[in-house]
């Protein structure tokens, strides 16, 4: 089956100063490849409804756009065909010189490859989209690619590719997702409108929004683990 992941990331200056937030996030949208006109055009449904015309971005909810973000978080926990998993990265618990050779953009792209490789499941195909950032090392992207590719040699890593997330819903909706999940675990409730959006997450899901297991396959938090152990 082939699939599409669409991700954005939150906080990543704390790879270059750790006192920056708590947490770094990695978030990502993923979606069977035939469901992607789906997933455009109910958003662009949900915009016109609400009369909503800027780029969909956590940052962007308040009053006059409360109802608009709650309308895609239904959208989002009422079908199916969406999933979203989220990578937690706490910021003391990053040594970059110990295992990223003092890089952090390096760093970055190895949460990536943790974010993605513990979903890409054998005998699919995946085409995986990143919200673009400018980088030292130009090759980042297909270098990841590259590493996903050898590890997963029974699945297609059919493309990794950088794109302006103003052009892409399935970033955007990444990108709220992600948000919501920054503001809980990095304490930036700003709003009341904000604050609205986590509790009716909470409900949806059922519980307070906190790390979950591998086998969550809805609204998935991988927290990850530097101590090792079993």
Not at 119 to 129: A, G, K, M, Q, V
Not at 168 to 187: E, M, P, S
């Given at each position: 089956?082939?699939f ?43 915009k ?70 513990h ?11 990143l ?35 103003n ?30 959006i ?33």
């Open positions: 089956m082939d599409e992941v669409y991700c954005d990331e939150s906080n990543p200056e704390i790879l270059s100063d750790r006192t920056a937030n708590n947490y770094l996030l990695i978030g990502s949208i993923w979606i069977p490849k035939v469901y992607r006109e789906d997933l455009k055009n109910s958003i662009k449904k949900i016109t409804n609400h009369n909503y015309r800027n780029e969909i971005k956590w940052n962007k909810v308040a009053p006059s756009s409360n109802e608009f973000y709650l309308d895609l978080l239904k959208y989002f926990f009422s079908t199916d065909n969406i999933r979203f998993r989220v990578l937690l990265v706490k910021s003391n618990e990053i040594d970059r010189v110990k295992f990223h050779n003092g890089d952090g953009e390096l760093s970055f792209y190895k949460f990536y490859y943790q974010l993605l490789q979903w890409i499941l054998s005998y699919n195909s995946y085409s995986i989209f919200d673009h950032k400018v980088n030292k090392d130009i090759n980042r992207v297909s270098k990841l690619r590259e590493v996903l590719k050898n590890a997963n040699l029974t699945s297609e890593i059919a493309n990794v590719q950088a794109l302006p997330s052009e892409v819903l399935g970033i955007q909706l990444a990108d709220f997702l992600t948000g919501i999940v920054n503001a809980k675990f990095n304490k930036k409730i700003s709003s009341s409108s904000k604050k609205d986590l509790t009716e997450t909470e409900n949806y899901i059922g519980h307070k929004l906190v790390p979950t297991s591998k086998s969550e396959n809805k609204f998935n938090v991988f927290s990850i683990n530097f101590q090792g152990g079993w």
